[in-house]
Nanobody
Framework: QVQVVESGGGLVQPGGSLKLSCVAS????????MGWYRQALGKEREWVAS???????GYADSVKGRFTISRDNVKNTVFLQMNSLKPTDTAVYYC????????WGQGTQVTVSS
């Protein structure tokens, strides 16, 4: 059984920051690629950032320069530091563990509003 759990979402004013965490647990071992996605109300889920097994990172153009993905391999945790947040960043943020067929978390809500 594999579980993926996100946390760290909340309400923040434009220009503010949040740090999301995603913990993978269960019957897994080793290092796996992980990624962050988001889905705004009424829109399709979109890729935000990813981190490969070897440490290669990638970012969507819309977040490049503002968001940073990182990981703690010992704790099987991946983070998403989000700075200079905009109202357009409002969405439910999901974590994907690229293990076997892939495992998604339940999501954490990020709302950017004044």
């Amino acid at each position: 059984q594999v579980q993926v759990v996100e946390s760290g979402g909340g309400l923040v004013q434009p220009g503010g920051s949040l740090k999301l965490s995603c913990v993978a647990s269960g019957s897994i071992s080793g290092i796996y690629a992980m990624g962050w996605y988001r889905q705004a109300l009424g829109k399709e889920r979109e890729w935000v950032a990813s981190l490969s097994r070897t440490g290669t990172v990638g970012y969507a153009d819309s977040v490049k320069g503002r968001f940073t993905i990182s990981r703690d391999n010992v704790k099987n945790t991946v983070f998403l530091q989000m700075n200079s947040l905009k109202p357009t960043d409002t969405a439910v943020y999901y974590c994907l563990l690229r293990y076997q067929s892939g495992y998604w978390g339940q999501g954490t809500q990020v709302t950017v509003s004044s």
